[in-house]
Each structure stands twice: as C-alpha cells, then as structure tokens.
C-alpha cells in the first residue's frame, strides 16, 4: 500500500521568508510524487512533479522540491514567501510500478504568510 | 484551452435522494479521476475512467457509481444519499495517467459541492 504524510496541519511563514512544507511517503518501489495546491472554492492546481532524474525539482510559481530518497521526502520550498501563497497544499505519490493505479494525496498542509 | 469543468457547482439534496455530477475534461484527455474531498478524510479517490472503461476503483460502497461516454465526459452517481456524504466532490482528466515510463499530472476541475440534510 502507499501512502502520504503531512506533519504539519498549518505553517504560519512571514513574506519574503523562505517557506518549507513538509512530506514524507511510503510505496514499493520507486515514487512518482508530486505536490498540488487549493486556494478557496476552487479545484487543486499542480505545481511540480517528480518523476526521475535530478533530485530537485523547480515548478509553477517559484516552488521547488527536493526528493530524498533515503529519508523518503518530499518537502516543498519557497526561498521567498509571498502573501498570496497562503493556501492549502497537497502532496501525492504513486509507486511507479502499480500500472494505472492512481495518486494518494496526504490530507493537506495549510499555508499562512503573513504580511 | 479550456480547463476541467464540473456542473452544478452546488448542490443541496435530502437524504435517501440521488444525485448526478457531471464533468467534462480537458479537450483530448481520456483519463477522468474523481475524488472526494472531506475536512476529516482529506482527498479521496472514488474510480477512474479511461476510454469508457472503469479502470480503478477506491474504496466507496456501491451506492457510488460512474460512467464515462465515448466524448470523455464523465458522470458520476450517488443512490440513497447519506448525510456523510456531503462533500466537495472533484474530477481530475489526464491524457493517460500513464505515458511510458512518466505518469501525467490530473487538471482538476472546481468542484461540486454537494450538501446532503
């Protein structure tokens, strides 16, 4: 089974900080992972996916991720918070071997920069 | 291109009632994902369509059902609706979830929120 999790039910940031949102994972086999964000009444936007390759990851909107194997991690930064960041953010993961299977979303991390 | 759409966006049922959503995915995506969305539960996954074809299921009693027509479009269904089963309820179309060795992003549409009294 694969799952997701996000320690953290809220991060508070200040702008212009730099944020991390953290995600830890478990499959068999190698992770498809990938972070998607919620603003309000709206459906889930993507914002980067990590499929193979370099272990860092750069995305829509500044966002970044880096993938750690050895600690099965996930985290997505920010070097710069921006007040319209705030929102809600899920992780995913798929393991790459289970055919058409779909994405498990961990339960979503909320994002708060204050100005 | 237009996005992933879903009607209606509200909705508001009594129990023992049923329910139909609709969703039209992006212009050539095969692959319809629809999901659950709950403050307590999170995001899950109710089944995915592929070329008319339910080729995953979630864990959802079979109160919940769907199709998907030869044009993509996907429908799903809930019988016999039960007060937890007011949720936000979301479609996510894909090319294909799979592309050789890569796994395609879903496009998610805004949702159906759906209020059971």
């Known amino acids: 089974a694969q799952s997701v999790a996000q320690p953290e039910d809220q991060v508070n940031v200040a702008e212009g900080n730099p944020l991390t949102v953290k995600c830890t994972y478990s499959?068999?086999?190698?992770?498809?992972l990938f972070w998607y964000v919620q603003y309000p009444n709206r459906g889930l936007q993507f914002l980067l996916k990590?499929?193979?390759?370099?272990?860092l990851v750069k995305g829509s909107y500044g966002f970044e991720a880096e993938f750690n194997k050895s600690q099965t991690s996930f985290h997505l930064k920010k070097p710069s918070a921006l007040v319209s960041d705030s929102a809600l953010y899920f992780c995913?993961?798929?393991?790459?071997?289970?055919?058409?299977?779909?994405?498990?979303f961990g339960k979503g991390t909320m994002l708060l920069v204050s100005p | 291109k237009a996005g992933v759409t879903q009607t209606p966006r509200y909705l508001i049922k009594t129990r023992g009632q049923q329910v139909t959503l609709s969703c039209s995915p992006i212009s050539g995506h095969r692959s319809v994902s629809w999901y659950q969305q709950t403050p307590g539960q999170g995001l899950q996954f109710l089944f995915e369509?592929?070329?008319?074809?339910?080729?995953n299921k979630g864990n959802f009693p079979g109160r919940f059902s769907g199709r998907q027509f030869s044009n993509s479009r996907s429908e799903m269904n809930v019988s016999t609706l039960e007060l937890g089963d007011s949720a936000l309820y979301l479609c996510?179309?894909?090319?294909?979830?799979?592309?050789?060795?890569?796994?395609?992003?879903?496009?998610f549409g805004p949702g159906t929120r759906l209020t059971v009294l």
């Open positions: 369509y592929f070329s008319e074809t339910q080729r």
């Open positions: 990590y499929i193979t390759g370099d272990n």
């Open positions: 996510a179309s894909s090319l294909s979830l799979l592309a050789g060795t890569s796994y395609n992003e879903q496009f």
């Open positions: 995913a993961v798929k393991s790459s071997g289970s055919g058409y299977s779909t994405l498990t």
């Open positions: 499959v068999s086999g190698n992770p498809y």
